[in-house]
């Protein structure tokens, strides 16, 4: 049988939360011969001493780690800023997606059939009303005039002696030296050469106008699209080749949405003439320039359930493009509503959240609605009452029940209302 030395240790360790532990070491020793008892002299007991002393140190060490494991119960509070909300004047804003339009568009045709023999103008460029932009081959219109005149002189001649011949033959029926038929019969050839005349006169300024059409102007200002027909081209008046390039006037520029029947209830009456529009562009920033309603429709679409409306926006500097789509917002009026910043509103899979801070300091987590942005503020319809404190910083800090401390606190900053933005409601 091979003798064994046992030393149990018992030594009481506390762990974080609630258990004691004991550790019992036991040392197993080589075989002793039972005629030569141990000796704690001898080197074998000494290794066996210094083995047991270095696994007491290692025990005395991790009870030490475990009592530790206590400080975060006694950690200091968090500082965090707040600031105490309240109700006050909000705008009440109606948001749809629109799109932009020239307040005049005007396609360019030739009014003559001809060849295209020179472009006058650059395509992209703004041009003013009767600029030219186009000139059609003058050559037969100059040849149809020339020839309408000629007509015309004819027929003046003609009508000249139907006149004097009537004169003549007046004195003679007095006498009734000649029957009353050649005078009748005069008179009539006289007032056909007039009417003759009348008739070339028009047709000369038929071919006046078609000579002038071959000098195709821009009809209004604006900007001029791309050519539709290169030089050498032939256009025929009235046919679909006959579209030239098109013109569109951008300033002021007109943006076409519409509206549920809800929304519309919000501008019926005088409300659509104070309505203020602001647009939001597509990089998310404000356009600079206000605008008006300058058309509500007075029916209700029967397929979508929607009204349409248009706005008119100054555009000097050409900000603003025809087709281009943007957030159409409409202040409509004012209302009272809690407002707070941005970054004091989180999200997560449950939805928008605020943290406020609840009875004996701690932490607390709201769900809240959200509703337009304001600036840099967010509108909170629900979840929120005036008087609350709510944490605008150290977010990803909390923890529900963590206890805080205000820092500075404030009161909710009023925004600025020159700066409206839409944001998503929960």
Known sequence: MRPTLQLHFLL???????????????????????????SLSSPVTARILVLIGVHVLLII??????????APKNAPSLGVSVIKVAPRQV?????????TEGSKEVEVRSRVTGIVQKQLY????????????????????ESALAQARASLNQDRAKLEQAQRENTRLQPLVAKKAISQREADDSATNMKQAEAAVLSTEARVRDAELNLSYTDVAAPIAGVTGRSQRSEGSLVNAGAENSLLTTLTQTDPIWV??????????LLRGNASKRAEVRLVLADDKEYPLKGRLNFAGSTVDSKLGTVQLRAELANPELALLPGQYVRTQLIVGQREAIVVPQNAVTQNDQGRFVWVIGPESKATRRKVETGSWIGRDWIINSGLNPGDTVIVDNLMKLRPGSVVHAEAPTTAPAPAPATVESGKKN
């Open 12 to 38: 009481p360790c506390i762990d974080d939360r609630r258990q004691l532990s004991s550790t019992a070491t036991e040392v197993t020793m080589k075989p002793i011969s039972r005629a030569s008892p141990p």
């Open 61 to 70: 060490s991790a009870c030490g780690k475990t009592d530790g494991a206590d």
């Open 91 to 99: 705008p009440v804003i109606v948001e749809a997606i629109g799109r």
């Open 122 to 141: 650059a395509e992209g460029e703004t041009v003013r009303t009767g600029v030219p932009l186009y000139r059609i081959e003058r050559a037969p219109f």
């Open 256 to 265: 076409r949405f519409s509206l549920s029947e809800t929304e519309h209830a």
